[in-house]
């Protein structure tokens, strides 16, 4: 069975600072890994796929198959940046059809 | 741009009612999802559906039930609410990769049902 561990239910940062959210996974098969994000009052969306090896807004992370993990990094926090992130994992369910497994979630704050 | 859409943002419910949450997506994706968010547990799959009357379990399916008699509506039911599923529920949708497109594996959410039972 896959699992998404985030260790840090909080995580707080003053503005301009690094901040690194922590992301691994338990999976059998070949790995897809995704960050999403929720600011307040807002609907969950995607923040950023491992396959795009895409940047948003200065996000980046690294899909580290050795240590299981998937952080997800940005080199100066903004207060915008404040959210719930949840890592995600995509496992298949037979032929094209597929799941994501959610963590728990991390609550990042950005003060001034 | 996809729109998911959940047709009621705050319900209240006593113990023992039957409650049922619609989910409405418009942009012919095949596949649907039930998520239950609670804080410090995360998001928990309900059920999902891959098709027209195709549904299975996801990790949290007990107590509920769901219907999918057209592509574009998912409703989850609760038979007999408790107060132990007050809880903010989310509806998603996605493409499935039998189109022969790429399978993005995105989610695309609504904005969640807030549900209150009493």
């Known amino acids: 069975a896959q699992r998404v561990t985030q260790p840090e239910k909080l995580l707080s940062v003053f503005k301009g600072a690094p901040v690194e959210l922590k992301c691994n996974y338990s999976y059998s098969g070949s790995p897809e890994l995704f960050w999403y994000v929720q600011y307040s009052r807002q609907r969950l969306q995607l923040l950023l796929r491992h396959i795009s090896r895409e940047s948003i807004k200065g996000f980046t992370a690294d899909l580290n198959k050795g240590e299981t993990s998937f952080h997800l990094k940005k080199p100066f926090a903004q207060e915008e940046d404040s959210a719930m992130y949840y890592c995600a994992l995509k496992a298949d369910s037979g032929g094209s059809n597929y799941k994501l497994t959610f963590g728990k979630g991390t609550l990042l704050t950005v003060n001034p | ?118």
């Open chain 2, 1 to 118: 741009d996809v729109k998911v859409t959940q047709s009621s943002r705050y319900l209240v419910k006593r113990t023992g009612e039957k409650v049922f949450l619609e989910c409405v997506q418009d942009m012919d994706h095949e596949n649907m999802f039930w998520y239950r968010q609670d804080p410090g547990l995360g998001l928990r799959l309900i059920y999902f559906s891959y098709d027209v009357k195709m549904k299975e379990k996801g990790d949290i399916p007990e107590g509920y039930s769901v219907s999918r008699e057209k592509k574009e509506r998912f409703s989850l039911i609760l038979e007999s609410a408790s107060t132990n599923q007050t809880s903010m529920y989310l509806c998603a949708s996605s493409l499935s990769g039998r189109r022969g497109t790429s399978n993005t594996g995105e989610l695309f959410f609504g904005e969640g049902s807030r549900l209150t039972v009493l």
